[in-house]
């Protein structure tokens, strides 16, 4: 077995063992090659800083890393670890980060961070093993927005992402591909709801899926989250929405409130490396 990077591997043949790794995964993997370009460019894969794992030629597991300076650090997120059922059972993927942090420290990345399905009791073993700890929980749902009274006391604004300060916003709440600094490199759209002179909310979706990234109430009143999503729906009735951070009980509430589904947890998890 041998590790290295995947700067020179073909896509394809990456995609196709990623598909095969995530067959009977717990949510459906999309299996179109320009969703994975799409969505690993937004959150800036390198895969020269990606490692798999290979027996001869074949690429049997990989972790995928993208690499950004987050919150002040220089970071690594995987954004995908996969092992070829044949293959389980082997330690594949402590070999491949045995052969990658010290790369990674080399490289002045400070942290590593991922994302694992609560359920996946396995892999959060195997992350807890190499010395990943858990720092957050995240919530996530989709299904139609139902609302009782639609507000309509409100002006809905469409904005730039360099017209909103994003500085009123706390962007350690979100996840990696939810992260302004993904979201701007993509095909979302940011909305500002203005009661009266106020821009007391906003949301960024990307309205021909309905997936929402961010949403937020910045002037909190009796009824802004009725506005807000009142808002959302003028843009999009049914909305998918990953990793809402589990403390923020209030906006939780308001999900369940108007009838969405909670899907699927996930635990964030991170390893210093500096």
Known sequence: MTIKNLRNIDFEILIECFLECFAGYFVEMPIDLNYYEERWRMAKVDLGMSFGAFDGDN????????????????????????????????????????????????????????????ENIPARRVYERIGFKGIKMFKCYH?????????????????????????????????????????????????VVHKGSNRESYFVVNATTGYLAQFEVLVENEYSWERLFSAIAQISKTVKINNVDGTLNQKIDFL????????????????ILK
């Open 59 to 118: 690429l049997v597991g990989f972790v995928i890393h993208a690499v950004d300076i987050r919150d002040n650090a220089f970071k690594v997120h995987n954004t995908g670890t996969g092992v070829l059922p044949n293959y389980r059972g082997r330690h594949i993927v402590d070999s491949i980060y045995d052969h990658a942090l010290p790369i990674l420290k080399e490289k002045g990345i400070e942290k590593s961070t991922l994302e694992v399905i609560t």
């Open 143 to 191: 299904g139609a927005i139902s609302i009782k009274k639609e507000r309509r006391d409100f002006n809905l604004q469409k904005i730039h992402f360099d017209a909103f300060d994003w500085s009123r916003t706390d962007q350690n709440v979100y996840s990696w591909d939810n992260h302004i600094e993904t979201l701007k490199r993509g095909p979302f759209v940011a909305y």
């Open 256 to 271: 369940n409130h108007i009838g969405l589904i909670n899907t699927v947890d996930q635990f964030e998890m991170e390893l």
